[in-house]
């Protein structure tokens, strides 16, 4: 089935050391996101990437990062994670802009100690 | 500025109970609507849609209409069962997807 797959689904990394969080996607879709979703909130958009062309959110910290490096996968990193960054991170994917449907990953879970 | 106001939850009905969350947005234009469902431990769903006014989307014995004249998009279930409990988010997107708050479900026997 297609679908989007995010690894790990559970990662725990230490106060100020750098993590990598990856997703990859079999629709062929021309957009991914990723968003941050904190205990009983909305998620929360980070930035996308429509094909190459790289869009960050104003209000996101210049600690997260991105790479797409080809049409099905695109990793997020995190340089120093605060124990502010412990969250739920979600991967979704598009083949339109936001009036289409997203289509969303597990998430993977990071904890911060 | 673009919002989505969702009721707030959580909401508990008994199994059968008749579900209404409501969802009102304040959008430029003529966004795209939809409902996600969350289960536990998991990223979101899309659970139905609707892309313009007076469309009716449906799935799993939801439903929600485009209501352009009330800027709503209610998301109603005649039976809901336990494994309905979830949380549900209300969205639209247009310049971008933009979120309600959730509205916990939960539906005990």
């Known amino acids: 089935d297609a679908m989007v797959i995010q690894n790990p689904r559970y990662q725990v990394t230490q106060f100020g050391k750098p993590v990598t969080l990856s997703c990859s996607q079999t629709?062929?879709?021309?957009?991914m996101y990723w968003y941050q979703q904190k205990s009983s909130q909305a998620p929360k958009l980070l930035f996308h990437y429509y094909d190459k062309d790289f869009n960050n959110e104003a209000d996101t910290p210049d600690n997260f990062q991105s790479r797409r490096p080809n049409t099905s996968f695109c990793f997020l990193d995190i340089r120093s994670p605060g124990l502010g960054d412990a969250a739920m991170y979600l991967c979704?994917?598009?083949?339109?802009?936001?009036?289409?449907?997203?289509?969303f990953g597990p998430g993977t879970r990071l904890t911060v100690l | 500025g673009n919002s989505v106001t969702q009721m707030e939850g959580p909401v508990t009905l008994s199994e059968e109970a008749f579900l209404t969350i409501n969802c009102t947005y304040t959008?430029?234009?003529?966004?795209?609507l939809f409902w996600y469902v969350q289960y536990p431990g998991e990223g979101l769903q899309l659970l139905l849609k609707a892309t313009k006014a007076d469309d009716k989307g449906s799935n799993k014995g939801f439903e929600a209409t485009y209501r352009k004249e009330t800027t709503s998009f209610h998301l109603e279930k005649g039976s809901v069962q336990v494994s309905d409990s979830a949380v549900y988010f209300c969205a639209f997107g247009n310049e971008k997807l933009t979120f309600g708050t959730g509205t916990r479900l939960t539906i005990i026997p």
């Open positions: 979704a994917t598009s083949s339109l802009f936001y009036t289409d449907t997203q289509y």
């Open positions: 959008a430029t234009g003529y966004p795209s």
């Open positions: 629709l062929n879709h021309n957009v």
